[in-house]
């Protein structure tokens, strides 16, 4: 029991003891006292500065976007028959119409064949016809032949008129199942991996290969459904620039906005978006990860601070500027658009001497000294005390 009241004493004696050196080290010191300092005021506070910069400042939009081609072709026989001749090979690029596989044909040959002698014997039995019914003609007005016999001579050449445009009609369709044995490439692209060869037969459900669109080329991604009105009011505006980045390089591969979704993703709370791009030098390839950024407007003539000098509470957000008279005064500001170390604002006339470090140890109307006058006008801090 007596340790645990001199434990208690000993607790009481030390709390005591610390609170009156706070208080003395508090305190200020007279003048001229021992280890007295003056008058004992706080000295001004040493700052860095810099002047508020104009120049226009785009807004940008950054995403990761996903290449994606514009058109992508799986081709398929239109017939049950066999590879013939393969004419390309896997990753070559090809024309539009260019021929890529020959199927068997010769059963389509013979039928076009066939078509072709149905038509010129019907051409041949309605000249007959078209003959006799002249002559019947010339017969009726000298009235060697009855009228009945040159009507039923007219029914004959109309009948033999439509049996060869339907025989016609047929030679077309038989010419179209030939056409199936030539498949040729639907669009310009690169050709993907070929799954037939020579001999192989090949049905309606037979994958040949695929044939992708290269150039040029979209790149999808999603903005913040905040960033929709912006987005709108730009491509309103004109074509709105988009440039997209591949991992590890600063080289911008540059391209325009071309979609903009019709609905807002309500879960992400997202807007899917397209830009295309110009890719003749394949850079971009389909299933690609890339870095877009796309400008959806430019503040023109801005002023720009850095980023650290705003501050943000609960009375707002303001900035610190060095007074006439070396005191610290708060400026009010917008922040418009914050852009790596630095940021657009307004609410700044662009002369003031804006400070960027040793401004958490100021308060209003506090007195400052400036680390170095020549940073005011270079706009550049060089290093201080903080």
């Known amino acids: 029991m007596k340790k ?22 508090d305190a200020p010191q007279e003048a001229g006292g021992k280890g007295g300092k003056g008058n004992g005021f706080q000295g001004p506070t040493t700052v860095n500065v810099v002047a508020p910069k104009r120049q226009d400042v785009p807004v940008l939009l950054s995403a990761n976007g996903t290449v994606s081609p514009i058109s992508t072709v799986e081709l398929h026989p239109q ?7 393969v004419h390309v090979k896997e990753g070559q690029f090809v024309k539009e119409g260019e021929l890529m596989f020959s199927l068997d044909s010769r059963s389509e040959a013979a039928n076009v064949q066939k078509a072709d002698a149905q038509v010129a014997r019907d051409r041949a039995s309605l000249a007959d016809l078209e003959r006799q019914y002249k002559r019947s003609m010339d017969l009726l007005a000298q009235k060697f032949v ?4 040159v009507d039923t001579l007219k029914s004959q050449v109309e009948a033999a008129r439509a049996l060869l445009e339907a025989d016609i009609a047929a030679a077309r369709a038989v010419r179209v199942d030939q056409s199936y044995t030539s498949i040729r490439a639907p669009m310009s692209g690169r050709v993907g991996a070929i799954n037939v060869y020579p001999g192989s037969l090949v049905q309606l459900s037979t994958s040949l290969a695929t044939v992708t669109q290269l150039d040029p080329i979209n790149v999808s991604f999603t903005l913040p459904e905040n960033s929709l009105a ?12 988009v440039q997209a980045f591949q991992n590890n390089s600063d080289k911008p591969i540059d391209g325009h906005l071309s979609f903009i979704d019709n609905t807002v993703d309500p879960v992400a709370g997202v807007i899917r978006v397209k830009a295309q791009f110009s890719n003749k030098d394949t850079r971009l390839w389909p299933g690609q990860y890339v870095n877009t950024s796309l400008t959806v407007q430019t503040l023109k003539d801005a002023l720009v601070v850095p980023q650290n000098a705003i501050i943000s509470n609960t009375r707002g957000t303001f900035v610190y500027t060095v007074a006439p008279d070396n005191t610290a005064k708060i400026a009010n500001v917008e922040r418009l658009h914050a852009f790596g170390a630095d940021a657009a604002v307004r609410g700044l006339q662009g002369n003031e001497k804006v400070i960027v470090e040793g401004k958490q140890n100021l308060r209003p109307g506090g007195k400052v000294r400036v680390a170095d006058a020549r940073m005011a006008e270079q706009g550049k801090p060089k290093g201080g005390v903080e």
């Open 4 to 25: 645990k009241t001199l434990g208690i004493l000993i607790g009481v004696v030390l709390v005591a003891a610390g609170a009156w050196h706070f208080t003395r080290s």
């Open 79 to 85: 017939t049950t028959s066999t590879i013939v001749k």
């Open 146 to 149: 009855a009228q009945g016999a």
């Open 230 to 241: 912006a987005l709108l009011d730009a491509q309103r505006a004109g074509k709105v620039p």
